[in-house]
T-cell receptor, first 114, second 116 residues
Framework: KAGVTQTPRYLIKTRGQQVTLSCSPI?????VSWYQQTPGQGLQFLFE???????NKGNFPGRFSGRQFSNSRSEMNVSTLELGDSALYLC?????????????FGPGTRLTVL | GDSVTQMEGPVTLSEEAFLTINCTYT??????LFWYVQYPGEGLQLLLK?????DKGSNKGFEATYRKETTSFHLEKGSVQVSDSAVYFC???????????????FGQGTILTVHP
């Protein structure tokens, strides 16, 4: 099976812009989680989607949003970018219906905000 | 709240040395425990996992045992190689459901450098 894919791999934006990142889960996985990784804060949970519904959300401002499509692909959007949003954004997929909570990660999207 | 604490790094070893990276957790439910590894410029790769007390996860010579009595999940390898140089993350998820859906809580990561 193909692994989790994320596009684009690298992005450079300026403050105030918005950005959309995409994640395609492993075939058959219906849960997609998003994380932000920074040197200062480490890995922080953003949100999780299952069957097109957001089931869980971390402590991030409303500028961070996401959605999931019927084919389980997910997007996350960050509006009004700030310098502090520069980070590696990782998505992960899992197959929780079987009670399997193991998450498999994509390579990430490196976002730089200038 | 739930948290994971890893030993301070970085860790520098010579090839064939013994590796231990300590990890302790706090959780209100019944967590599954994981070790992930991250190589430069890449995402996280699952290294091993354990889903209940006394389980031992193992992969590629790495091992970790789920110790409920000490709330620990220490990573060990008997003989490290240069190719093991990476950042290692301990993580937990809570099997209680509800607000834990799809959420992994990570430790801060431990940088491992192995010299020839």
């Amino acid at each position: 099976k193909a692994g989790v894919t994320q596009t684009p791999r690298y992005l450079i934006k300026t403050r105030g812009q918005q950005v959309t990142l995409s994640c395609s889960p492993i075939s058959g996985h219906r849960s997609v989680s998003w994380y932000q990784q920074t040197p200062g804060q480490g890995l922080q949970f953003l949100f999780e989607y299952f069957s097109e519904t957001q089931r869980n959300k971390g402590n991030f401002p409303g500028r961070f949003s996401g959605r999931q499509f019927s084919n389980s692909r997910s997007e996350m959007n960050v509006s009004t970018l700030e310098l502090g949003d520069s980070a590696l954004y990782l998505c992960a997929s899992s197959y929780p219906e079987l009670g399997a909570d193991t998450q498999y990660f994509g390579p990430g999207t490196r976002l730089t905000v200038l | 709240g739930d948290s994971v604490t890893q030993m301070e790094g970085p860790v520098t070893l010579s090839e064939e040395a013994f590796l231990t990276i300590n990890c302790t957790y706090t959780a209100t439910g019944y967590p599954s425990l994981f070790w992930y590894v991250q190589y430069p410029g890449e995402g996280l790769q699952l290294l091993l996992k354990a889903t209940k007390a006394d389980d031992k996860g193992s992969n590629k010579g790495f091992e970790a045992t789920y110790r409920k009595e000490t709330t620990s999940f220490h990573l060990e390898k008997g003989s490290v190689q240069v190719s093991d140089s990476a950042v290692y993350f301990c993580a937990q998820t809570d099997n209680a459901g509800g607000t834990s859906y799809g959420k992994l809580t990570f430790g801060q990561g431990t940088i491992l450098t192995v010299h020839p």
